[in-house]
């Protein structure tokens, strides 16, 4: 049905008087008339009886203008909705994070959630080849990965992160070197990123890379079982804010322990959701 012949028809069914309803509607009284012709013969059958006594609405009149309101309310706010969607203040976003960025990202989002709470969003824990694999597909939208990405994304840098020795707090100083004792890593496949830093500062550390002993796979496990006195362990410096009481973390200082964690996204995808993201965080 034509809803603006629809509307045109419950602005005169709530007034049933055409100079009124073709003032409210801006329309000449000959146009109102002629709408109104149009929407009956499409319905085969009257909608108004004029008489001596005035304009008043049919039995089928008044069975349409009770179907008709509902209608027309749920018309505006779809055209409110898609306004608000074209100017990216409602959708959806989906947004991936790491290691180094677990207390980074949910900060960032919780200040996009404030300013604009009628966005769905999706965060999800991959590492950063994964993360770099989604935003080129389009699967993500915005990825807190380890820089640089490739030459195909945009990126801010946000912080940086260095390689740090889990150990028990009670670990005496003389005895809080990571080659002492069992080594305890994140299983390589959920963090490549970090194992390939980790080896690498084996390779400058030492001629034979370190055996692990236990592995895990998340980087709550592996600080839990620190925690517990199984191991030592080499995890981001960011992990502070995750890691136990029982667990203190000292920074490993050799060349290239340090790496950068920023913001990607794919340019060559429009999106007015993940562009609000982007000026938060770049404001």
Not at 100 to 107: G, H, N, V, Y
Not at 243 to 271: E, I
Request: with cysteine; glycine share 8%.
């Amino acid at each position: 049905m034509n809803l603006k012949l629809l509307k045109t028809f419950d602005t005169l069914a709530e007034c049933l008087h055409f100079g009124t309803a073709a003032q409210r509607l801006c329309l000449s009284q000959p146009a109102l008339s002629k709408q109104i012709r149009l929407l009956e013969d499409s319905l085969g059958a009257p909608l108004f009886e004029r008489g001596r006594h005035g304009t008043t609405l049919t039995a089928f009149g008044r069975y349409l203008h009770a179907e008709a309101g509902g209608l027309l309310r749920q018309s505006d706010a779809f055209w409110l909705r898609a306004r608000q969607a074209a100017q990216g203040r409602i959708g959806r976003l989906a947004i991936g994070f790491g290691l180094s960025s677990i207390e980074l990202a949910p900060k960032w989002v919780a200040a996009f959630r404030s300013r604009y709470p009628d966005i769905v969003i999706g965060l999800d824990d991959m590492s950063s080849a994964e993360q770099v694999a989604a935003l080129l597909s389009g699967e993500l939208q915005l990825g807190f990965v380890r820089l640089p990405v490739p030459a195909a994304l945009r990126c801010v840098a946000l912080q940086t992160d260095r390689l740090a020795l889990a150990l028990p707090a009670s670990t005496p100083d003389d005895k809080a070197e990571w080659t002492d004792g069992a080594l305890i890593a994140l299983l390589p496949q959920r963090g490549p990123g970090l194992a390939r830093q980790i080896a690498h500062y084996h390779e400058q550390c030492c001629a034979e890379p370190q055996k692990v002993d236990h592995y895990a796979g998340d980087i709550q496990t592996v600080l839990a079982l620190v925690a517990a006195g199984v191991g030592k362990a080499i995890v981001p410096m960011s992990a502070q804010s995750i890691a136990p009481q029982q667990v203190r973390l000292r920074p490993l200082d050799a060349a290239d322990t340090s790496w950068q964690l920023g913001l990607a996204w794919n340019p060559a995808l429009d999106d007015r959701v993940r562009d609000h993201f982007v000026q938060l965080v770049c404001a």
